[in-house]
Each structure stands twice: as C-alpha cells, then as structure tokens.
C-alpha cells in the first residue's frame, strides 16, 4: 500500500507517494544510470559520492561532449583514474561480469561514456584505444552535425554520412554500444539499420508527450525497440515537463508513456543529471556555463531554455535516487518491472554487446522476484 513518507533520513519528508519497503527493493536491485555529465563537468568527489549514497551500482559518466575540445577528455579520464586507484569504493566496468562483481562487493561501478565522438578525430582506429581506455558506449553527435551525423537540433534533418557508417561498424567490432542520443531522426534510423548489435537511446524522452525538441519522435521510440535496444529516461527538466520543477508524477508519466510505445523490456533509466542543476554551482556559473553552450550551437534555447533547472520532486539529486523505486512501487510497477528498469534492461544490451561470449559469467545472489 502506498504511503506519504519518507523512508530514509537523508531527506526530509515530502508529499511523495512512496511504497512501504521500498528501499529493501532498492538495495537488492542492480541499479544502472545511463547518462552522468554532472561529475565530469564538476570533478567534485562529492558529486560522486552522490551516485553511491543513492544506491547506483553502475555510473556511465560523460567523458566527451561539450566543449568541443579533445583535450579535455583525457584530462576528464585522468581524474576518473584517480578516483578509482585511490579509492576502493570505485571500480572500472567493462562487462557484466565487472557488474555483478561491483554489486557483490557493494561498489560504484564506472564505465565511460562519449557523448561525441570528436576524441577519435576522424581516426577510426583510436575506437580500440578507446575501448581498451574503458569507453563502453559512444554517440556520432552531440545536437549539431558531426563529421558521422546529424544532430537533433540541426535545422536539416539529414543521414549519416559514409565514414558514419564506417563508424558504426567500428564501434560493433570493438563491442562498443552505439548510442543515438542527440542524434537526428534520419540519422538515428540510418545508424540502427547500419548496427549488427543493438542501439541504445542512452538518454532521451518522449515528444509524443513532452513537445521538446530534444526529444524524439514515438517513431525512433518504436525503431529502437524493434532493433532490441532501449531508452534512457531522463530527469532533465526541460525534457520532462513543461515546468522548470517537475513533479515526481511527472516523471512517472514519461516512464508510463514510453513503457506504453516501446515495451517494458525497452525501457531504462539514464537521468542526465549535471552541473547547471539547481544547488551545485553558485548561479554566476551556472549562467555562465548556459551562455557558452548556447554562443558556441551546442545548445539550441528551443531545446534548452535558460535555467534555474530543479529536477523531479523526490530525486532532485542523485543521492536519494532510491524515491524513484518508491514511486515506481507506489504507481502499480511490479517489482520485477523496476529491476528490468533499472538495470535489467541495461544488463540485456551490455550482456549482448560487452561479453565476451567465452568468458566465465560471474554471478550474484538474484532476488526472488527478479526473474533469471
């Protein structure tokens, strides 16, 4: 039965609807958030710490995007690096078996995730350098054309380009997921036609219900389903609601909505939290940060209005991301659909893509009411 609590004293008691035991379930589950620029932009330990104290076992942080500086993702790495050999509170992730041995041993597991591909410079070798860096996912563009394909924000919706292609099989070669977030239409359907392995949408919402031009279309919803991959429900709330503070009913809608369009088994989390949201940066900064993405076409107003931007009621930061199992329970989700949420799904398309198909699988005490 639902309650009006808060389970935990992290933080303080809201009106949240929220299921009685919820953070047992929580704390049983493989929980995988798909998309993290927040700790990237920051290299704030604290931030980091965020993502462990809300129960996350894999963090997919952003390790390239904007700015359009190659450089900058080696210094992003570097800091990662540090973290994790000095910290044993932190592993590296590069296929589930890192995955299951992270949730045995009650770790944060980090995988790197490239929101563009401007790193490889046009060199298609350098996937293997990535790959062996632990870069386990990569987009070909970040809202504007890249030199692979369009963005979403780009005012012509064209396809992929020839060394796009080449990318593509690349990154299935090097078993790299292929992600289509901020990414065009016709690119994004030309790049699911080009893959051999399933293509995620790390992180992106629906315009069938949020009217943003950042997120896509019920068609690509349906194209990345049927390909076998899935999308990441994002908390950014432009992308949400039309409310600069989403409710956490609001969120729910979302997941309702593309639950509905692509199937349970298609849908995950990735909630994109990063450093203009509310609280992280003093306000200066924050503007400052929206008025270079803006200046330089990495982000497009339509898309992205000015901030302040207050993430849903309940997880308006990443250490109390457990409220959103709670929520889940408390709307009628079983729990066997919010492990598939959380990190079912993501562990499907890592399995799939990641794994070696050779390699001892390392296992962990599944809950009863996960299915195997």
């Not at 992106?204 to 349906?222: E, Q, T």
Request: charged share 25%; glycine share 8%; proline share 6%.
């Amino acid at each position: 039965m639902p309650v009006v609590a808060q389970e935990n004293s992290k933080q303080p008691s809201t009106d949240l609807k929220l299921a009685d035991g919820f953070m047992e379930v929580h704390e049983d589950l493989i929980v995988i958030d798909g998309c993290i620029p927040l700790v990237s932009m920051t290299r704030d330990p604290e931030h980091l710490k965020w993502f462990k104290d809300g129960g996350v076992t894999v963090a997919s942080v952003s390790i390239s995007g904007p700015p359009k500086d190659p450089e900058l993702t080696t210094d992003i790495v570097s800091w990662y690096a540090e973290q994790i050999q000095t910290n044993d509170d932190y592993v590296l992730i590069r296929n589930t078996g890192d995955i299951h041995k992270a949730k045995n041993e009650n770790k944060l597991g980090i995988f790197y995730h490239c929101q563009s591909a401007i790193p490889l410079r046009e060199n298609l070798d350098r996937v293997w350098y990535y790959k062996a860096l632990g870069v386990g996912m990569m987009q070909l563009a970040y809202n504007a054309r890249s030199p692979y394909a369009n963005g979403i924000t780009e005012r012509v919706d064209g396809g992929i380009s020839d060394l796009g292609i080449k990318l593509v099989k690349a990154l299935n070669e090097a078993r790299i997921i292929v992600d289509v977030s901020h990414t065009g239409e016709q690119s994004t359907l030309d790049i699911i036609e080009a893959s051999s392995e399933p293509v995620v949408l790390s992180h992106g919402n629906a315009r069938g219900l949020i009217d943003n031009p950042r997120n896509v279309s019920d068609k690509v919803l349906k194209a990345v389903a049927e390909n076998g991959g899935l999308a990441g429900v994002v908390g950014y709330p432009p992308f949400v609601s039309k409310s600069s503070s989403p409710s956490m009913d609001d969120m729910l809608d979302m997941v309702d909505y593309m639950v509905e369009v692509m199937g349970i088994d298609h849908v995950a989390f990735s909630l994109d939290y990063d450093a203009t949201m509310h609280g992280v940066l003093p306000d200066d900064e924050v503007k400052a940060t929206y008025d270079f993405y803006v200046s330089t076409g990495t982000w497009d107003p339509k898309a992205y209005p000015p901030p302040p931007y207050y993430y849903p009621q309940g997880i308006e930061r990443p250490n109390t991301l457990y409220n959103l199992t709670g929520a889940l329970l408390a709307r009628g989700y079983s729990k066997e659909d919010v492990a598939k949420l959380w990190g079912g799904n993501w562990m499907r398309v890592m399995k799939q893509v990641w794994d070696d198909p050779k390699a001892e699988e390392v296992q962990y005490t599944v809950p009863a009411f996960i299915e195997q």
